[in-house]
């Protein structure tokens, strides 16, 4: 074989390289080989005779691989194969590995195989080099037993961010093995995107030498699903303050940090509603402060951004007096239940200009009475409200005239027809009184609910005895009863101060309803009772009763309940309780109402005593 190097020959060119071995075998586990290229013993050092208990003649010209030192396992055997093919192309190699010198002992070696080149680059001898790293490795394993032990994935890599081991936990979860991962190789199991970044993470931290977190994808071996992990990262110094090595850990949160993309979606929505500025809103608190808010927000409360940052803009500075109350209660309901229903009230810019709004509100932090409002600038709804208020007071002033003269009118010709003595024209005449009369009150009651909405509702307070009020109105009410008792249940000895008028709409109000909500009854009960402070009175009916959800609207402005304005069975505009709840609030009373679908309802009233009003 012309190529093989002559062992004469080589032997000449290196003994300059080992005439130095005396001095080298003075370094303690120090192995030195030099070989033929083709991977035959030329010289070897005095560790390696002494460990092998062989002499130089006994390996001169002997193959390496073929020496039983790494036959114990077939992985080392061919692991010393593959490195040797790799020298002898010329490259240098490093790795470690385990020998068994003699079959009673072994030696872990960090060995370098190192070939001299020549001309053609090839390689013309290889040297040797095998530093003992047993008692290493010895305490390496036992390290590493001690990291299988913790139930986190943990790793740990050399001073120059050569990952060395990962330890049990890793394995389990990548189904990758210790020697797939070391190196970079760990970062195959690295989502795809997240790849690059972790590795230059990673070398940065190499570099600069700082602790550091990294966040990437984890693949499960297992069900190949990608998972987040915090890999928290430190350097390991020596007691001269020198890298020594890497410790890492790699913490699963990915539930946590899908809750966070969660949240950010979420946030992101509620942003875009934010920045909409379709309607206002603020993140206030329960003390005034407005903490954020949309221009929509601001703008209503004639604020500009730079008075919020400054801590400027208090929405309850911004709230004129009579709204403060309603402004508690809301406060109360968002302390109970965490919400309160919208409603309304008005906003005063610091111009003077009130802004007529709806306000909702849900506290979202109950510690720091942190909530966050929406309002709705309902100026445009409040303006047509006023005209529409107007206009009915208007046709009602309008109307008012005509049917007065009407009825005075019918009361001229029922005079005349009675003394001619015509009973039929009187009879239709009574009749036509009736219906112009039932008009009249329709139109007093929408000039007195547009009187209450402008604040023009007005009470001639006298001293009046209720008692006797009751029993006129009652006296009155029943001949236009044709198929109705009304019954009195008690008298009342006490006086009130009180307009008559008033007293007798409250009266007639809820006695008519009474009436009509019971067309199958024949019985309508009035029930009078007192006491020092009050006076009560509960109306009785048998009829049709209400439904639960509409009792407590009934007493708003044109509700009708369960009723649209076109019923047919009760007419009516949903007006007479508006108008008898204003009246009993304001003398300080209370007005309730009990009711069972089919059986029937009861209305009570409490008049206090001389309140003042
Ligand atoms: P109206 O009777 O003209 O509709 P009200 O303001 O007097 O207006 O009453 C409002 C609503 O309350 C009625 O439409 C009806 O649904 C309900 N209501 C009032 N009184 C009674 C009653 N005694 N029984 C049953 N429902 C009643």
């Given at each position: 074989?012309?190529?093989?190097?002559?062992?004469?020959n080589?032997?000449?060119?290196?003994?300059?390289?080992?005439?130095?071995?005396?001095?080298?075998?003075?370094?303690?586990?120090?192995?030195?080989?030099?070989?033929?290229?083709?991977?035959?013993?030329?010289?070897?050092?005095?560790?390696?005779?002494?460990?092998?208990?062989?002499?130089?003649?006994?390996?001169?010209?002997?193959?390496?691989?073929?020496?039983?030192?790494?036959?114990?396992?077939?992985?080392?055997?061919?692991?010393?194969?593959?490195?040797?093919?790799?020298?002898?192309?010329?490259?240098?190699?490093?790795?470690?590995?385990?020998?068994?010198?003699?079959?009673?002992?072994?030696?872990?070696?960090?060995?370098?195989?190192?070939?001299?080149?020549?001309?053609?680059?090839?390689?013309?001898?290889?040297?040797?080099?095998?530093?003992?790293?047993?008692?290493?490795?010895?305490?390496?394993?036992?390290?590493?037993?001690?990291?299988?032990?913790?139930?986190?994935?943990?790793?740990?890599?050399?001073?120059?961010?050569?990952?060395?081991?990962?330890?049990?936990?890793?394995?389990?979860y990548?189904?990758?093995?210790?020697?797939?991962s070391?190196?970079?190789?760990?970062?195959?199991?690295?989502?795809?995107?997240?790849?690059?970044?972790?590795?230059?993470?990673?070398?940065?931290?190499?570099?600069?030498?700082?602790?550091?977190?990294?966040?990437?994808?984890?693949?499960?071996?297992?069900?190949?699903?990608?998972?987040?992990?915090?890999?928290?990262?430190?350097?390991?110094?020596?007691?001269e303050?020198?890298?020594?090595?890497?410790?890492?850990?790699?913490?699963?949160?990915?539930?946590?940090?899908?809750?966070?993309?969660?949240?950010?979606?979420?946030?992101?929505?509620?942003?875009?509603?934010?920045?909409?500025?379709?309607?206002?809103?603020?993140?206030?608190?329960?003390?005034?402060?407005?903490?954020?808010?949309?221009?929509?927000?601001?703008?209503?409360?004639?604020?500009t951004?730079?008075?919020?940052?400054?801590?400027?803009?208090?929405?309850?500075?911004?709230?004129?007096?009579?709204?403060?109350?309603?402004?508690?209660k809301?406060?109360?309901?968002?302390?109970?239940?965490?919400?309160?229903?919208?409603?309304?009230?008005?906003?005063?810019?610091?111009?003077?200009k009130?802004?007529?709004?709806?306000?909702?509100?849900?506290?979202?932090?109950?510690?720091?009475?942190?909530?966050?409002?929406?309002?709705?600038?309902?100026?445009?709804?409040?303006?047509?409200?006023?005209?529409?208020?107007?206009?009915?007071?208007?046709?009602?002033?309008?109307?008012?005239?005509?049917?007065?003269?009407?009825?005075?009118?019918?009361?001229?010709?029922?005079?005349?027809?009675?003394?001619?003595?015509?009973?039929?024209t009187?009879?239709?005449?009574?009749?036509?009184?009736?219906?112009?009369d039932?008009?009249?009150?329709?139109?007093?009651?929408?000039?007195?609910?547009?009187?209450?909405?402008?604040?023009?509702?007005?009470?001639?307070?006298?001293?009046?005895?209720?008692?006797?009020?009751?029993?006129?109105?009652?006296?009155?009410?029943?001949?236009?009863?044709?198929?109705?008792?009304?019954?009195?249940?008690?008298?009342?000895?006490?006086?009130?101060?009180?307009?008559?008028?008033?007293?007798?709409?409250?009266?007639?109000?809820?006695?008519?309803?009474?009436?009509?909500?019971?067309?199958?009854?024949?019985?309508?009960?009035?029930?009078?009772?007192?006491?020092?402070?009050?006076?009560?009175?509960?109306?009785?009916?048998?009829?049709?009763?209400?439904?639960?959800?509409?009792?407590?609207?009934?007493?708003e402005?044109?509700?009708?309940?369960?009723?649209?304005?076109s019923?047919?069975?009760?007419?009516?505009?949903?007006?007479?309780?508006y108008?008898?709840?204003?009246?009993?609030?304001?003398?300080h009373?209370?007005?309730?109402?009990?009711?069972?679908?089919?059986?029937?309802?009861?209305?009570?009233?409490?008049?206090?005593?001389?309140?003042?009003?």
């Open positions: 074989m012309s190529q093989e190097p002559q062992i004469d080589i032997s000449a060119r290196v003994k300059h390289i080992v005439k130095y071995r005396e001095v080298v075998n003075y370094g303690s586990r120090f192995g030195l080989i030099v070989m033929t290229r083709d991977g035959r013993f030329l010289e070897v050092n005095h560790t390696i005779l002494e460990d092998t208990g062989m002499s130089l003649d006994d390996l001169v010209d002997k193959y390496v691989v073929e020496m039983p030192w790494w036959s114990h396992s077939l992985e080392t055997h061919h692991q010393i194969r593959e490195v040797m093919e790799r020298a002898m192309r010329g490259e240098t190699v490093r790795f470690d590995i385990r020998v068994f010198p003699r079959p009673d002992f072994y030696r872990d070696v960090d060995v370098t195989i190192m070939p001299f080149l020549d001309s053609t680059r090839q390689g013309e001898y290889l040297i040797w080099t095998g530093f003992d790293v047993t008692e290493r490795k010895r305490l390496e394993d036992e390290k590493h037993f001690l990291i299988d032990a913790i139930p986190t994935i943990i790793w740990t890599a050399r001073p120059d961010g050569f990952v060395d081991y990962l330890n049990k936990q890793w394995s389990n990548t189904l990758t093995s210790i020697e797939q070391r190196g970079d190789g760990w970062s195959e199991c690295v989502h795809p995107d997240d790849r690059q970044k972790a590795l230059a993470n990673w070398y940065r931290m190499v570099h600069t030498g700082e602790p550091g977190e990294n966040e990437y994808r984890l693949r499960n071996g297992i069900t190949g699903e990608y998972r987040w992990f915090l890999v928290y990262t430190i350097p390991i110094r020596d007691t303050g020198n890298i020594a090595g890497w410790c890492g850990t790699c913490t699963d949160n990915h539930d946590k940090k899908m809750t966070e993309v969660a949240l950010r979606v979420r946030e992101l929505q509620f942003r875009t509603l934010f920045d909409a500025n379709i309607i206002g809103i603020g993140i206030t608190d329960i003390y005034g402060h407005v903490w954020e808010a949309n221009d929509a927000y601001l703008q209503m409360l004639g604020s951004r730079e008075d919020m940052n400054r801590g400027e803009v208090r929405w309850d500075q911004l709230t004129p007096p009579e709204y403060l109350e309603r402004d508690e809301a406060i109360q309901e968002l302390r109970e239940s965490g919400t309160c229903h919208p409603y309304e009230k008005e906003y005063q810019r610091p111009d003077g009130r802004v007529p709004v709806v306000v909702g509100t849900a506290l979202f932090d109950k510690e720091s009475g942190k909530t966050i409002s929406f309002i709705v600038d309902i100026t445009a709804r409040k303006e047509l409200e006023k005209r529409k208020d107007e206009f009915i007071s208007l046709a009602s002033h309008e109307l008012k005239t005509p049917i007065t003269s009407l009825k005075m009118l019918i009361q001229f010709l029922r005079r005349r027809v009675q003394r001619e003595g015509d009973k039929r009187n009879y239709d005449l009574i009749r036509m009184e009736l219906q112009v039932a008009l009249k009150r329709l139109i007093d009651d929408l000039l007195n609910v547009s009187k209450i909405q402008m604040g023009l509702f007005s009470y001639e307070d006298e001293i009046l005895d209720p008692d006797k009020v009751l029993h006129e109105t009652i006296e009155i009410l029943q001949p236009m009863l044709s198929d109705h008792m009304l019954i009195l249940h008690g008298h009342l000895h006490h006086v009130l101060v009180c307009d008559q008028q008033r007293f007798t709409q409250v009266v007639t109000n809820l006695v008519t309803n009474a009436v009509k909500y019971s067309p199958e009854a024949h019985e309508v009960d009035i029930f009078l009772s007192e006491s020092e402070r009050w006076v009560c009175i509960k109306v009785c009916d048998h009829g049709v009763g209400i439904p639960a959800p509409q009792r407590e609207k009934i007493f402005r044109f509700n009708r309940g369960a009723y649209g304005t019923e047919k069975a009760f007419p009516g505009l949903g007006m007479g309780l108008i008898t709840y204003e009246i009993v609030t304001h003398y009373g209370s007005i309730t109402v009990e009711s069972e679908e089919g059986k029937g309802s009861t209305f009570t009233v409490y008049f206090p005593f001389a309140q003042q009003t």
